[in-house]
């Protein structure tokens, strides 16, 4: 029993409540009107009667946010581009703009392991052990896409965005279903924390549920203090995922080598880490906890390597000599297939007792002794004498030939079992069709979420005959009538196209135009320039990954640095361009994430420095966030300023502001000692950087200037309408920029040459704070100078005459 006491004096309704070791996560909503977009704020004290001590949590509203969704149609040309570099196309988008982006119809040709046909590949054991309180561990190399187990789990950001690796891999092969569900949950929850999983239906992989694990991401070389702290938020996962799948009352679950990949966990310790968690569950685990086993499964050679040597190092030697190709079914593959309209029966030779499925129809006779069959005998005995006792309550008095008896499954691997009376050939047309007309009620209630998994039945000759001649009839009858049933929503075409999702308007205008852009890279164009000052933070192997890209695409990639302005040239031919350049977009994308977690490290080394460990905690709690501001509303700052930019010919079409309670701090602590511009100032940003400025604050990476008259500094102006001669039209829909309170302090003129403010005096520890111009703009050299309030969202009036 769990009690729940807010300090506000308000009562609440709580909805999806998840509990685990990391955290809580719950939906509130006020009773006082208005119901949505009001904001609150509650500390609540769980105290559940087996606790000792409350659980104390900070709860923080999600902001509500406004999803739209496009189809782009898709010509031969840019099929070809797309077959082969999906990933990197996701992936930019969603670092770009946030956006998520599904392609339809179109194959995968990518060089990743995850991405290609794996039809022939076979689950392999190559370790077992049962370890305490009826929990099992096994590692496999398999193909996590068909692997056969109650619940796969899919290594996911935070965005829940699926656009590459695995992520991406077990995305498509589930299904479209899959990314539409989780970009629902990040719509009403928001980002989700890492270390922690969410659930979603399995669309079409051959499970029950997939659930999405947010690993930790670390940098390329991290350090102990990093790793050390990585490891931990990775022990929660593999913890949160386990007591998921417990909750669900699932039996078996696939784990992936979470974190190993794209996020750069050394695979050796995340091997560790995960065997380490499944050990300690095992220890802590409740003595009457039912059976499970916990696959550990990947399909590259090193990763199971390593899984299976921290197995042998902490679990000790396997329980039995694992077996070659070792299938995940009992039954053999399937001997004929029948097309019922818009189902599929497949007829299969094998113990149907071992089936894992949602549905197994059972023959049985008027006495409904399920012990009278052979077939009947076998599902008795795997299920238990409680499914024959729950038979017995359910029918009394007559029973009629062709009648459907349902019972849950108990302990047979399917939801529910259907018994049908039947024995003679009338009986057997009667249950035909008694049977179909329950099933199609069935699969229509499971539409929306496109969980239909297979029902097996026994067949005999006489039912074969049948089922063939129920679908001469159906097909007969299908030209003159069309069942809406299990046809997908009208937006679902067969032609390749992308799907893009957004949440906003504003970013799926962005995301559109640079499709676009990318392509329809002009015919006759042998050249394609991205500028992208992160390009000095690509890796060593990037740089090989640019050398692989020239060979294979016959291209030639160039990097330049000029004039504070960064990025990569590629020449060749068209193809050859529009596929290095996805790659490299991907690759400079990749670098900006890693420039931004760095700095996101020096920061809180900085406050750690300054606070004490219990107010940095308590720091780390509060992320960024932006809140949208209300242009109608009659707070007389927002109409000067929505006045301000209509001078300059410039229409506000949104305005957010920005809290980031760590880089509020440290403007704070700089303040006391620099004294700060006396109104606010203006950057001119890309919409790609907009919320990187709003985590880590502002950079000289972000917006360089056209030409840096002042040095190699931060820019900023006095206002918005010389922007537009400092910074150059990026050709994006609309015009960012980020409104700022900056510490100009002591100032003096700007040269090219500063790297840093010049000396002020004969001592050269002794500097200005900034330089200027003395026309407006002013120059910074140190981001922690300036902290981001607003995001002001503009387009030019004259682009909508």
Same mark, same amino acid.
């Given at each position: ?172 092969? @589930? ?47 991290? #350090? ?57 569950? #095992? ?68 113990? !149907? ?11 049985? @006779? ?73 099933? #199609? ?97 690509? #890796? ?75 107010? !940095? ?185």
């Amino acid at each position: 029993m769990w009690t729940f006491r807010g300090k506000q004096r308000s009562s609440f309704s709580f909805q999806n409540l998840s509990l685990n070791k990391a955290t809580i996560l719950l939906s509130v909503w006020s009773p006082h009107p208005p119901y949505t977009n009001t904001p609150l704020s509650c500390i609540l004290s769980l105290s559940p009667s087996s606790y000792s001590k409350p659980i104390f949590i900070r709860w923080t509203p999600k902001p509500v946010m406004e999803e739209t969704k496009h189809l782009i149609p898709l010509q031969p040309p840019k099929i070809a581009i797309l077959k082969r570099c999906r990933s990197a196309f996701c992936q930019v988008l969603q670092e770009k703009f946030g956006c998520t982006a599904q392609i339809h119809n179109v194959e995968d040709d990518s060089l990743s392991p995850f991405l290609t046909s794996k039809a022939s590949i076979v689950s392999e054991i190559k370790y077992s052990k049962q370890l305490a309180r009826q929990l099992k561990v096994s590692v496999w190399k398999g193909d996590l896409t068909n692997h056969k187990v109650d619940a796969v789990v899919n290594p996911a950001n935070e965005n829940l965005s699926h656009g590459g690796g695995l992520a991406q891999a077990l995305s498509s092969a @589930g299904g479209h279903m899959i990314q539409k569900c989780s970009n629902d949950i990040i719509k009403h929850l928001g980002k989700i924390p890492t270390g922690e999983v969410v659930a979603t239906p399995a669309g079409d992989l051959p499970c029950k549920m997939i659930i999405h694990a947010v690993g930790p991401c670390v940098s390329r070389s991290p #350090s102990k203090a990093e790793l050390d702290s990585a490891s931990h938020l990775l022990h929660n996962t593999i913890w949160n995922i386990l007591i998921k799948v417990d909750y669900e009352r699932l039996e078996s679950v696939a784990i992936p080598a979470i974190s190993s990949g794209l996020f750069n966990f050394p695979l050796p310790k995340c091997a560790e880490v995960i065997v380490k968690a499944l050990k300690l569950y #095992s220890e802590k685990r409740n003595l009457a906890a039912r059976n499970l086993e916990v696959r550990l499964v990947n399909i590259d050679d090193p990763s199971v390597q390593h899984m299976e040597r921290a197995c042998l190092q902490f679990l000790g030697p396997s329980d039995t000599k694992p077996k070659q190709n070792q299938g995940n079914s009992s039954t053999q593959s399937s001997i004929a297939s029948l097309n019922l309209g818009n189902v599929t029966l497949h007829l299969k030779k094998g113990a !149907i007792e071992n089936e894992r499925t949602d549905v197994i129809v059972n023959t049985i @006779g008027a006495d409904l002794q399920l012990s009278s069959g052979q077939v009947s005998a076998a599902l008795l005995n795997k299920a238990g004498r409680r499914i024959q006792e729950e038979i017995r309550t359910l029918k009394y008095g007559y029973i009629s030939e062709g009648d459907i008896l349902e019972t849950s499954g108990h302990n047979l691997d399917c939801k529910e079992v259907y018994h049908t009376v039947c024995g003679s050939n009338r009986a057997l047309a009667i249950w035909c069709k008694r049977f179909f007309t329950l099933w #199609s009620q069935i699969a229509l209630k499971w539409q929306a979420v496109k969980a239909i998994h297979p029902c097996l039945f026994l067949l005999s000759g006489r039912a074969t005959l049948a089922l063939t001649r129920m679908k001469e009839d159906l097909n007969a009858s299908s030209t003159n009538s069309k069942s809406s049933g299990f046809q997908d929503s009208q937006d679902v075409t067969t032609e390749p196209c992308i799907e893009l999702f957004a949440s906003s308007k504003t970013a799926m205008r962005e995301a559109k135009r640079w499709c676009y852009d990318m392509l329809h890279l002009s015919s006759s164009s042998q050249c394609k320039t991205i500028y992208n000052n992160h390009v000095v933070y690509l #890796s060593q192997e990037d740089h090989e990954k640019l050398m692989t890209l020239q060979r294979s695409l016959e291209v030639i990639i160039t990097e330049f640095i000029k004039e504070g302005k960064g990025g990569v040239i590629i020449n060749g031919d068209p193809h050859g361009i529009l596929c290095a350049a996805l790659e490299v977009e991907a690759m400079l994308c990749k670098a900006q994430e890693d420039f931004a977690r760095d700095e996101e490290r020096y920061m809180w080394a900085d406050l750690e420095q300054m606070f004490p460990a219990d107010e !940095i905690e308590m720091m780390s709690n509060r992320l960024y966030k932006k809140t949208a501001i209300d242009l109608n509303m009659k707070d007389p700052e927002v109409k000067q300023r929505v006045k301000t930019f209509e001078r300059f010919g410039l229409t506000i079409e949104k305005m957010e502001k920005i809290e980031n309670y760590a880089l509020n701090q440290l403007f704070e602590l700089n303040s006391k000692r620099i004294k700060p511009y006396h109104k606010p100032l203006y950057q001119r940003v890309n919409a790609q950087f907009c919320d990187l400025i709003c985590r880590v604050g502002f950079q000289r990476e972000y917006a360089p200037p056209k030409e840096q008259a002042c040095g190699a500094g931060i820019y900023f102006t006095t206002e918005a309408d010389e922007a537009f001669t400092l910074w150059e039209d990026n050709g994006e829909e609309y015009i960012y920029f980020i409104e700022a309170q900056v510490l100009t302090g002591k100032q003096t003129s700007g040269s090219t040459d500063l790297i840093v403010p010049p000396p002020n005096g004969t001592d050269p520890l002794v500097r200005y704070d900034s330089v200027t111009n003395k026309k407006g703009i002013h120059v910074i050299f140190n981001g922690q100078h300036a902290y981001p309030e607003r995001i002001i969202t503009c387009t030019e009036k004259k682009s909508f005459i």
